[in-house]
């Protein structure tokens, strides 16, 4: 063997020597910082643990191609292939989403057990990320059987809590059915306008707490309206539609269909219902459209 091929050997297995000790010596710091991963990281051998995911994730993502479904007969071997995965790259957040709806069907607890893992650990990338928790929460509502509304809605409400003020209109819908769903109400528009009006009961109460559904009175409006139509003559839909329009009132609202009228308005344009007309002179009743009256002068009140 020629001596360059040796030296070159030699470099080679000192190079992996000296990876190996420095991956031990970062992977102990970085259990230090975020102690969750010593339970989901081994040591990297070599260094090269993000190398070896990113192999193994194309190898899994090959042995998925060969399979027609995922049953009993293999999700055993699909876990034991994301463990692996995982294990070398704990913030894999491609094979832990993939990973998890891949199981979502054949085994819905291995799944949701997959993404609290990921959830919980505190890195900074997984802890801001709320797809992770939503689909924990979309796995639990529409896979589990039977289905698990409440745990389901705290995922929900974790998505939420991590979209930084932004939610998607999905993810709040999500929360608020599941949190409904929770509560007896298989209704979707039912489950929808009652954890609707629990938000909104915290912004309109003596303590004025903050809510984290945004817009929520627009939200609410619609909501009872739908819920209104759908259910015409629901004593439970009437009642918050009552309280509703009471609260509202300085906002022009029908007490009948919550619907917005405009000024002038002596009547709902949507349902016929007889409101409190705003807008008018005092003196014609005519439609005010500045400080003085258009029609006989008079000066607004």
Partial sequence: M???????????????????????TLHEKQISTIPSKSAISGV???????????????????YMGSLQTINEDNKDEVVKRLEQIIDLNPNFEQAIHMGAMSLSNASPDQAVEFLSR????????LKKNWKLPFL???ILMHYKQPAQYSEAA??????????????????????????????GIKDARLALLDSLVFEWKKTSGDLMETTIIPNITERLLVAAQAARDSHPGDEKVTAIVTEVS????????????????GPGDNFC???????????????????????????CGVKAK
């Avoid at 990297?44 to 090959?62: C, T």
Wanted: hydrophobic residues 40%.
């Fill in 269 to 295: 344009a949507h349902c016929g219902n007889k409101v409190k007309p705003y807008g008018q002179c005092s003196a014609c009743k005519h439609v005010l459209k500045g400080n003085f009256c258009s029609n």
């Fill in 2 to 24: 020629k001596k360059t091929v040796v030296n070159h050997i030699i470099i080679m297995a000192i190079a992996i020597v000296a990876g190996g000790m420095l991956a031990k």
């Fill in 154 to 183: 705290r995922y929900f409400r974790m998505a939420l809590e991590r979209s930084e003020g932004k939610p998607e209109d999905y993810v709040i819908n999500s929360y608020l059915r599941a949190r409904g769903n929770a509560n």
């Fill in 44 to 62: 990297p051998i070599g260094g090269f643990h993000k190398f070896a995911s990113d192999v193994k994730w194309m190898l899994f993502i090959n």
């Fill in 136 to 138: 924990a929460g979309f």
């Fill in 118 to 125: 990921a959830i919980a650990s505190e890195d900074p990338t």
């Fill in 246 to 261: 009471a609260t509202l009132g300085d906002k022009h609202i029908c007490s009948s269909c919550l619907h917005s009228y």
